[in-house]
């Protein structure tokens, strides 16, 4: 059994901390929430301190914060309706560009690998991809109206243009450009939760994606290709991705965030319970019924809900999670 | 405005709580009861009579279970009619309320009571999402009506 050890605590913001985002090179953390700020964290000897506060970017709850992979970009999704992006051109932080367009609440922001491609999601139940010509001149690309409901998350393929949304119409549903016209496409839809669909993650090989819900499970989807030995349906050769997986019981209420380790194949959740628990793959798990054991978890790690959970890029086991009582939390798991 | 429910059924209202000799002792820690989780919502007015939702029987105390060691509270409201329109907004001041007398630490649960409205399901769901509760309470206009609801006349 691995152990979940408390790192530091970071307090600064002020009402719920709503996301996490570790800069690629895993030095920098950013934190956002309803104080309408963005945080930025690095280590100064042993200790993690607030390097920076980014505001006046936004006028309402900054819900989600993404880096680019390059890492000198820093995208910001807002309730009032924007995204901005933010960069370190003139030695400080400074919001340059906000793009416009969502009817409604900004839910969520996700660079592509590349960083060519930026995606956002809104309440309006649309899903908007946006071309980056240069660092400040943004084209949209697609307005994708696939989903029925508020989209919660979008999350772009580790290395394809592949973009995956989760909505509160309980799907998950898969785009990517038909290279034909340039058009942007649904070329999936997963069906198996029961409820809201809060959010997503790829694991490293692009080929699985993780997923959690109101309903209170994690479902793991597997990808199944045109011509697959399985023998699994495809349609229009497109992929078809399975739920082959379940994980129920152990959250006791809405799971609001999962995140698969890239380096260490560990997935961490961020539960309405107040607890961060971490699972990891049996060794002998097979690829089309894989199973699934929980590890470990700190109960009541928060004192409220948590809302996000991310893994650094860079440092194994390194784990940031925040919370609606306002603190962000490093943790250090030993397996 | 037109109003949806012309007359609609008014109950009496209850007697105030009846405080114990434990009560009064500084000494012993009080958890919280159904009764002084009602006590907080009753005075709830209705969004279109000059009314409580105690009066209407929106709201009952058996309706209400907390399990303060587990820092829970369940709520089942009852809406005057089944197609009312106004079941979200009241479920709303219900949870704006109790966000707001309520210790953080309780996690509530507004939902209506099974069978009582034609949209149960999602109005249920809406009230349950904590995100949209919270763009929701951003809304000013929103806001300015839910706290008409919850001001004691």
């Known amino acids: ?335 | 405005m037109e109003l949806e429910n012309l007359n609609p059924n008014v109950y009496d209202k209850v007697g105030e709580r009846k405080i114990t000799n434990e009560e009064e002792n500084d000494d012993i820690t009080d958890e919280f009861d159904s009764r002084e989780i009602f006590d907080i919502i009753r005075s709830i007015n209705d969004p279109e009579h000059p009314l409580t939702l105690e009066q209407l029987h929106v709201l009952e105390e058996d309706l209400i279970e907390v399990d303060d060691k587990n820092n829970s509270v369940n709520i089942l409201y009852t809406p005057t009619i089944p197609h009312c329109s106004m079941a979200t907004l009241i479920g709303l001041s219900i949870r704006v309320k109790l966000l707001r007398c309520l210790p953080s630490r309780f996690k509530v649960a507004v939902k209506i009571n099974p069978g009582t409205h034609a949209s149960e399901h999602s109005v249920n769901k809406q009230l349950a999402d904590k995100e949209r509760v919270a763009a929701a309470l951003e809304n000013s206009h929103l806001l300015r009506v839910i706290n008409q609801c919850i001001t004691t006349k």
């Not at chain 1, 051109?89 to 560009?97: A, D, P, Q, W």
């Not at chain 1, 809104?122 to 307005?143: Q, Y």
């Open chain 1, 1 to 335: 059994m691995g152990k979940l050890e408390h790192v530091q605590t970071l307090t600064k913001h002020v009402g719920r901390v709503w996301n996490v985002c570790w800069h690629p090179k895993g030095e920098f953390l950013a934190s956002c929430g309803e104080d309408k700020t963005i945080r930025i964290w690095a280590k100064d000897g042993n200790r993690w301190v607030n390097k920076a506060i980014l505001t006046d970017g936004h006028k309402r709850t900054i819900r989600e914060v993404a880096w680019s992979p390059c890492g000198k970009l820093l995208a910001s999704a807002s309730f009032d309706g924007t995204t901005s992006i933010w960069d370190k051109k003139s030695g400080e932080f400074e919001c340059n560009t906000t793009l416009e367009g969502h009817e409604n609440e900004v839910k969520s922001v996700s660079w592509s690998k590349s960083g060519q491609l930026l995606s956002t999601c809104s309440r309006d139940k649309s899903v908007w991809v946006w071309e980056v010509a240069d660092e400040e001149e943004f084209e949209c690309a697609a307005v994708l109206n696939a989903h029925t409901q508020d989209v919660k998350k979008v999350v772009w393929h580790p290395f394809e243009d592949i973009l995956a949304s989760a909505s509160y119409d309980n799907t998950i549903k898969l785009f990517k450009e038909d290279k034909s016209d340039n058009d942007w496409i649904c070329v999936g839809t997963l069906e198996s939760h029961e409820s809201t669909v809060w959010s997503i993650c790829f694991d490293k090989t692009g080929t699985r994606l993780a997923s959690c819900s109101d309903d209170k499970t994690i479902k793991i989807w597997q990808e199944y290709k045109p011509n697959n030995p399985e023998g699994v349906p495809t349609i229009n050769n497109e992929s078809t991705w399975k739920c082959v997986c379940t994980l129920s019981g152990y959250h006791t209420r809405t799971i609001y965030d999962i995140s698969w380790c890239h380096l260490t194949g560990l997935i961490a959740t961020a539960c309405g319970d107040d607890t961060v628990r971490i699972f990891k793959e049996d060794e002998n798990s097979d690829l089309n019924s894989p199973t699934f054991s929980f590890v470990s978890s700190n109960e009541k790690c928060h004192n409220e809900d948590v809302n996000c959970v991310r893994w650094n890029p860079m440092i194994p086991g390194l784990l940031a999670s925040c919370s609606d009582n306002a603190d962000v939390k490093l943790w250090n798991f030993n397996e």
